[in-house]
C-alpha cells in the first residue's frame, strides 16, 4: 500500500493530475513546441526521461495544491501550472 504522505492529496487525485502533466507534455513534444524543461530533459536522459519529468511535476503540482477543495477549476489550473512548467 502506498505511503499518504506520497499522495497529499489521496492516490486518485495525484493519478488524475499526472494524466493531465503526461497528456501535456505529449502534445508538447509531439507539436515540436516546448520549452527549456522538455528540452533538457531529452537531451539529458533521453525521452525515458520525460516519464520522471511527468511524475515530479504531478507531485510538485499536489504538493502546491495540499488540501484544496476543487469547484470546477482543476482543469484550468492544472494547464495553467503546466504552461508555466513548459515555457
Do not use: C
Not at 32 to 42: D, L, R
Request: no cysteine; charged share 25%.
Amino acid at each position: 500500500m502506498a505511503n499518504t504522505n506520497q499522495f497529499p492529496n489521496g492516490f486518485q487525485s495525484w493519478t488524475e493530475a499526472h494524466y493531465e502533466v503526461t497528456a501535456a507534455i505529449t502534445r508538447a513534444v509531439e507539436s515540436g513546441n516546448y520549452g527549456k524543461a522538455i528540452a533538457e530533459t531529452i537531451e539529458t536522459e533521453g525521452f525515458v526521461g520525460l516519464r520522471d519529468l511527468a511524475v515530479d511535476l504531478a507531485n510538485e503540482f499536489e504538493r502546491e495544491n495540499e488540501g484544496r477543495e476543487w469547484d470546477g477549476n482543476f482543469l484550468e489550473s492544472i494547464w495553467d501550472f503546466m504552461g508555466e512548467k513548459l515555457a
